[in-house]
């Protein structure tokens, strides 16, 4: 049977709805699951925290942010390349474990499956969830805004947000992403705008220093260990690959979102990390990385003051872009997460509820799935951390979303290290011409500073609560390895299909 869009499957497998979504919404979809307002928010306050904890010995070490960015940016650059390629050929919502299992088989191809799923749903408890109400826990008190029954409020408003992002879900992934695509407009525009405005008012503190070691004292290995954190921030690239077969022309028009994420991201992210810390200034950087601004925010200090004559305007649309950027987030996260499910279930590896779906085409089971996932997830990580840090609701929240962030990272390196070590096998594999440099030095070089940046992280002994993120998803990691092994020697019939669903 030939789909209405001239597309054949190799089989009769289920099908999620062809061509609902153009390249604007594929871009929209990047964007909204990196959510740059949350992360210019968080993502530079926590790495700042981070360095100037563990660092210590580098008081003024923050000033290198835009750096570490950059950095963090090239990896993840590199990182994408073989997505880029891969989506050239293979269009699924399986995403990247079509690319592996394609490539390296269905072994790694189930290891690869796992992974990107558990990274999704942690960035979606840690990040859209957590993130967000350690945000708000953090910034009302500064604004006078009590919060009633500061240490349960949070677990009504958790459940609540949790269940609204997955009604959001269910409802369609079209209606979703015309609304965010218009709100990820108004998100970069704003902040390219407010940066170049804070960099021509503080002109006179210009320097190259924050694209240089010399705030860190030319130790770079202090930098490889901080981009384990940073490169967290430009997750949301490869973001239209899973609802590739959704997406209209999907091997021209996925391929071409990554390159427009990259660069979007890339400019927004560090262009705003360096009016951060050129209105901050050098003198000033050691309480940078301290807890100092509003909630312990640097940047919303910066927009509350840093705008004279504009009044609190700045400032108000702010906290309005970024509460809304970790909303964007989590529906984006959801969304993708749910498509990798519901991939699976309908190649027989998972039950085959998980890919049913309602009238309009929408994987009801698998968003049920992250649903009581990420609520399992968010309420132990966050009472936990409550027990761990009696009396300290928001540095508790705050710690509970950074643990899950860095919980995750090495779990998404391994997605993007075995990404790159399958375009050469598959390129092989169906007899296409093959570039050194393309196919096998990029790609390599991208999973070799993945793998110094986590050895980096552990070798540093990363101070409390961070360590915690690193040695969870050391174990988190060992769970994934074990199931892959029980799966492939027990149940290796369940594989049979696995990655065979393409367009």
Partial sequence: MIEEDGFRPEKEYKHLGYNQLSLRHAVSQAIGLN???????????????????????????????????????????????SSYEFSKYLSSSGGY?????????????????????SYQILSFTGFGILGFIGFAYAIL???????????????????AFILFVSFLIYKGIKPSLKYVS???????????????????????????????AIPVGGNFIILMAMMVYAIGSFVGVGGSIPIAEETKNPKKNVPRSIIASIIILGVTIILA???????????????????????????LSIYKNGFAGMSLIPFVVLLIIVINSFFTATVSLGTNASRVIFSLSRE????????????????????????????AIVLSTGIAFELLYPGQIIDALLYSSVFLLV???????????????????????????????????????????????IIAAVYFDLSAPYIYGVYGSLVWVAIIAITVVIMYTRYRNHLDNLGDFTL
Avoid: C, Q
């Avoid at 592996?100 to 269905?106: D, E, P, S, T």
């Avoid at 503080?202 to 220093?209: D, E, G, T, Y």
């Avoid at 290290?417 to 050469?424: D, G, P, R, V, Y």
């Fill in 97 to 117: 474990y079509t690319f592996v299992a394609n490539g390296l088989g269905r072994g790694l191809g189930l290891t690869t499956a796992l992974s990107y799923i």
């Fill in 348 to 375: 027989g590896v998972v039950s085959e509820k998980l890919s049913r779906t309602n009238t309009r085409g929408v994987p009801v089971y698998a968003i049920l799935f992250i649903t009581i996932v990420s609520l």
């Fill in 182 to 212: 218009y709100a990820i407009l108004i998100e970069v525009i704003f902040f390219v705008a407010t940066s170049i405005y804070l960099i021509g008012v503080n002109h006179a503190s210009l320097s190259i220093k924050p694209f240089t």
């Fill in 407 to 453: 919980l995750e990272s090495p779990i998404s390196y391994i997605v993007h290290i075995l990404t790159n070590t399958s375009l050469h096998m598959y390129l092989k594999k169906k007899g296409m011409k093959t570039h050194i440099f393309r196919h096998i030095i990029i790609p390599g070089i991208s999973s070799i500073t993945l793998v110094a940046a």
């Fill in 35 to 81: 959510a740059p307002g949350g992360t210019i928010v968080l993502y530079v306050a926590g790495t700042a925290a981070l360095l100037t904890f563990t660092f210590s010995k580098y008081p003024d070490g923050a000033f290198a942010i835009p750096l570490i960015l950059l950095m963090a940016l090239i990896v993840y650059s590199m990182m994408s390349y």
């Fill in 273 to 299: 990390s360096y009016a951060e810390v050129i209105s901050w200034g050098y003198v000033n950087m050691s309480s940078f990385g301290t807890g100092a601004g509003i909630g312990a925010y640097p940047v």
């Fill in 141 to 159: 008190p500064s604004l006078g805004i009590a919060v009633p029954y500061v240490n349960i409020l949070w677990i009504p408003v958790t459940v």
